[in-house]
């Protein structure tokens, strides 16, 4: 069981007749989808509204085989993005999320709805933002650690909605010392660490708690850093629709190889997490994840397709 935990909104994202395309989205929510997508056993986590564009987003869960056993039901109205596509189909986002959906969740529920037994905690997103879920979610990260499951943070870091950038950086700190897997992307590093060169930031960061390390950086692939090692990853060449979803389809990609302990090896999971990490191990992982994050790329916002197995394992 993976659990993934955060926010599930809706991005607005123009299309080429000038309309708003409504795509399900979040950085969480997608990932649990291309979890599910890729065959891994997901519940999502999270606060999804009650309105018709709650309901799709549950219904995507269902779709993509995320359970929703974890989710709880909140009257509030669905948060929103509306995302600015660039020329290279990079997107910007604007964030609606004052008295919306996704950051109702508190620590009483999480107590209440995490499972005993979990293989890993995914979390990440504006759920690292927004309160109460923030603090619910530096709770679940404790719950999971005691429970021995392996924890991954991507901080998917939106500067527009951190009112405290001090705040931010203590609670950074406090879920860092927790975390077995970050991944963040350049731009997260150069808003955490701005006075360092990316390498050295990325690598002190090992020195706070996580076993493995993984710095994207889009056309230019990824970095993987273990204690043993630091190995740059080549993005895949791919004919690029848009970006949105790209990170997230990398972590689920890069979950299922690695909780697998290899491409194509059956669920359930059968490595055990904490433990000592072999750093070739870390980086075919990652090789996997640059692969989904391709894909993700290739197709209109962050839905993945529903042939997304078959057509990583055909790009192997």
């Not at 309309?19 to 986590?45: K, M, S, Y």
């Not at 500067?159 to 350049?186: C, G, N, P």
């Not at 055990?272 to 191990?281: D, G, I, K, L, W």
């Not at 994050?293 to 993945?304: D, F, N, Q």
Request: net charge negative.
């Amino acid at each position: 069981m993976i659990v993934v935990a955060g926010e599930a909104l809706v991005d607005l994202i123009p299309t080429q007749g000038g309309e708003l395309g409504v795509n399900p989205g979040g950085g969480p929510f997608n990932t649990a989808r291309w979890l599910g997508r890729l065959g891994a056993d997901t519940a999502f986590l999270g606060t999804i509204a009650a309105d018709p564009l709650g309901q799709r987003l549950r219904d995507e869960l269902v779709a993509t085989g995320v359970a929703l056993d974890l989710v709880v039901a909140t009257q509030l109205p669905t948060t929103l993005a509306l995302a600015q596509l660039d020329a290279a189909g990079a997107a910007q986002y604007s964030f609606y999320t004052q008295g919306t959906s996704s950051g109702e969740l508190s620590v009483e529920q999480v107590i209440d709805l995490l499972p005993d037994t979990l293989d890993a905690l995914y979390v990440g997103g504006l759920g690292l933002v927004l309160e109460p879920i923030a603090t619910a979610l530096t709770q679940a990260v404790g719950l999971a650690r005691s429970r021995g499951a392996l924890v991954m943070v991507d901080p998917n870091i939106r500067a527009a909605l951190i009112e405290d950038r001090a705040v931010y950086l203590a609670w950074f700190d406090a879920v860092l010392a927790q975390t077995d897997v970050l991944k963040l992307s350049v731009e997260d590093l150069a808003w955490l660490v701005p006075s360092e060169p990316a390498p050295v930031a990325a690598r002190a960061l090992l020195g706070r708690g996580p076993q493995v390390v993984i710095l994207t950086a889009g056309a230019d692939g990824a970095t993987v850093l273990t204690v043993d090692g630091e190995t740059t990853v080549p993005a895949v060449t791919v004919d690029v629709v848009d970006t949105i979803g790209a990170g997230d389809a990398f972590s689920a990609g890069f979950l299922v190889h690695w909780l697998r302990g290899g491409e194509g090896n059956a669920w359930p999971p059968r490595i055990s997490f904490p433990a000592p990490v072999q750093h070739e191990a870390v980086v075919e992982a990652a090789v996997f994840a640059a692969r989904a994050g391709a894909l993700a790329c290739s197709v209109r916002g962050a839905t993945p397709p529903a042939d997304s197995a078959a057509r990583l394992q055909a790009a192997a």
